[in-house]
């Protein structure tokens, strides 16, 4: 063998396992979006941000994540098949993540509102909802306009600080932000807050599941609010499809009447 064709022979052999050491970096660094089922059909897989701390639409039961949206999501993903990973964080943090793509979509009781609309996309409205005003029991407020003066509480990043501040700036009240509901009604009952503003269906819900023990009332009737919807991270327009078609096919069947059913029966 000549020095010509040896040198040949040679970079051919580097070069061949130049292409497998990149083939396989590769395959190490990807990440699948798809999911295969015990018949081997292929499910496209999504990630879903969602709070854990907000029933009846997000709470952990025997360590896992369930509640109305949960349930609501999973059912749609079976509709237009996908598959869930899902994804714990603070409400706050939920719009952020979607425009930095670290989530596909988020669900938690999401108002669509159009500042929201400017960065991510929503489902079609899959809830009507509404703001209470909440205090304890035996409080002195019976009405808006016993607020003056006083402390109001509401979670960060919501509708209900919207409502806050205005009531705070009506009434010359002060505002304190918090991230979660039990911490704010902890606020209310340790005696560091007149009031509480939060989304009627959790309210209803707590003291529906507190019963007799319950230390809270509700003052007036709903503020009216946005109706619920699914964010979906901007340019998902095909998602966006899959699961309005989904949820449509779930109302259609009179399963979403079911499921509604199972957590805010009268």
Not at 138 to 155: F, H, P, Q, R, W
Not at 220 to 233: L, V
Request: one cysteine or more.
């Amino acid at each position: 063998m000549n020095k010509q064709r040896k040198n040949t022979f040679v970079q051919k052999g580097i070069l061949i396992v130049l292409v497998g050491v990149i083939a396989l970096v590769l395959a190490g660094c990807g990440t699948s979006d798809t999911t295969s089922n015990a018949s081997g059909e292929t499910k496209e897989e999504i990630i879903v941000a969602a709070v854990q701390d907000y029933p009846p639409f997000e709470y952990k039961e025997d360590g896992k994540l369930t509640g109305f949206d949960v349930e609501l999501v999973e059912a749609i993903a079976d509709k237009a098949n996908l598959s869930v990973k899902w994804k714990t964080m603070k409400f706050d943090g939920i719009i952020p993540a979607l425009q930095a793509n670290q989530v596909d979509a988020a669900v938690s009781a999401i108002g669509i509102r159009e500042d929201r609309l400017e960065v991510v996309h929503f489902s079609d409205p899959y809830f009507e909802s509404g703001l209470s005003l909440i205090t304890l029991k035996d409080s002195a407020v019976e009405e808006e306009a016993d607020l003056e003066g006083k402390t109001i509480v509401a979670k960060q990043g919501t509708s209900s600080l919207k409502l806050a501040n205005e009531l705070a700036e009506k009434y010359n009240a002060k505002v304190t932000k918090l991230q979660d509901d039990a911490t704010m009604y902890m606020e209310l009952e340790n005696g560091n807050a007149d009031a509480v503003i939060n989304d009627y269906p959790s309210v209803a819900y707590k003291i529906n599941q507190d019963g007799g023990d319950s230390k809270l009332r509700l003052v007036g009737d709903k503020y009216p609010s946005e109706d619920y919807g699914i964010a979906i991270s901007k340019g998902s327009e095909e998602l966006v499809d899959k699961i309005n078609t989904g949820l449509q096919e779930l109302k259609d069947s009179g399963e979403f009447d079911e499921l509604y059913s199972k957590y805010f029966a009268e």
